[in-house]
Nanobody, 121 residues
Framework: QVQLVESGGGLVQPGGSLRLSCEAS????????MGWYRQAPGKQREFVAQ????????????SYADSVKGRFAISKDLHRDAIYLQMDDLGPEDTAVYFC??????????WGRGTQVTVSD
């Protein structure tokens, strides 16, 4: 079973920055993909960014949704099963609950409970 714990959400003004963290624990198959999704009120959950962990410390190239390219950066801790999402130049359209995801082979996958990000004056 996969457990994911997110942290780092909060309230920020437009143009500001936040850094989200997510740590995975439990029974983790490897290699795996960890990423971030978000869900705004009244909308479906959407992909934000992901990164592939081939093996510590090897990682694959990250991928991003077009809406966050150039503003968000996903990274992986070199020694732990943890990822980060650095979010810069935030706008009201980025307001959502952000969920961490884990996916590997053999139906080894999970979701975090989510962390709220609110961008407002």
């Amino acid at each position: 079973q996969v457990q994911l714990v997110e942290s780092g959400g909060g309230l920020v003004q437009p143009g500001g920055s936040l850094r989200l963290s997510c740590e995975a624990s439990g029974s983790l198959n490897r290699p795996y993909v960890m990423g971030w999704y978000r869900q705004a009120p009244g909308k479906q959950r959407e992909f934000v960014a992901q990164i592939v962990a081939i093996g510590t410390p090897n990682i694959g190239n990250p991928s991003y949704a077009d809406s966050v390219k150039g503003r968000f950066a996903i990274s992986k801790d070199l020694h732990r099963d943890a990822i980060y999402l650095q979010m810069d130049d935030l706008g009201p359209e980025d307001t959502a609950v952000y969920f961490c995801s884990f996916k590997s082979w053999g139906s080894n996958e999970g979701w975090g409970r989510g962390t709220q990000v609110t961008v407002s004056d």
